[in-house]
């Protein structure tokens, strides 16, 4: 079974709401990513949280991290028709190597 | 800017026949990665060289392979496609455990 699993699968909100994403996880970690990925292209990395921090910002993005409960949210604010895309967790394994497992990711849809 | 850059965009082949995909990058990083994406899935890492050290993902068909002839350029052969082959390939960079840096994929059609 995946690592990171994400809900909701979909996401339907009005242009000016916010939008929250919930990913959990199954083993221990280094750090945790969030990606974007606009229809038909690739993956946009957005903000990558440590093992030891428990919140991170940037611009309107804010993901907050447990390691206890192995999980994290994605809070994107005042949410825009431009960020209609898919959202995907990834996680690097504490095992030392470079395998990243990516949730199924969250559909978000804004509405104008 | 530097980017990564895939070709084709769009690659349709027939049952069987080969295929071979390209992957270029102009950010200089020693870690490139291929993986596959089929429809509302997520990315699922084939395998990723790096440097020249190739990693093959332990549930990788056999008929998937790799070739990074130097460190801008990274290639995927399918050397037999089936069906369930057609997908969304992706191909990634990184400056070793960074966050990665995609390119806009090869999306692949088995006629």
């Known amino acids: 079974s995946q690592q990171g699993e994400e809900d909701p699968q979909a996401l339907s909100i009005q242009e000016g709401e916010n939008a929250t994403m919930n990913c959990s996880y199954k083993t221990s970690i280094n750090n945790l990513q969030w990606y974007r990925q606009n229809s038909g292209r690739g993956l946009v990395h957005l903000i990558l949280i440590r093992s030891n921090e428990r919140e991170k910002h940037s611009g309107r993005l804010r993901v907050t991290l447990d390691t206890s409960k192995k999980s994290s949210s994605l809070l994107i604010t005042a949410s825009r028709a431009a960020d209609t895309a898919s959202y995907f967790c990834a996680t690097d394994l504490n095992t030392g190597g470079f395998k990243t497992i990516f949730g199924a990711g969250t559909r978000l849809f804004v509405k104008a | 800017d530097a980017m990564v850059i895939q070709n084709p965009r769009y690659q349709v082949t027939q049952f069987g026949k080969p295929v071979t995909l390209s992957c270029s990058q102009t950010?200089?990083?020693?870690?490139m990665y291929w993986y596959q994406q089929k429809s509302s899935q997520a990315p699922k890492l084939l395998f990723h060289y790096y440097d020249k050290d190739f990693n093959n993902e332990a549930d990788t068909p056999d008929n998937f392979q790799s070739r990074r002839p130097n460190t801008s350029f990274c290639f995927l052969d399918i050397r037999s496609p089936g069906l369930g082959d057609a997908a969304m390939y992706l191909c990634a960079t990184s400056r070793d455990l960074e966050p990665q840096h995609f390119g806009d994929g090869t999306r692949l059609s088995i006629l």
């Open positions: 950010l200089n990083h020693n870690v």
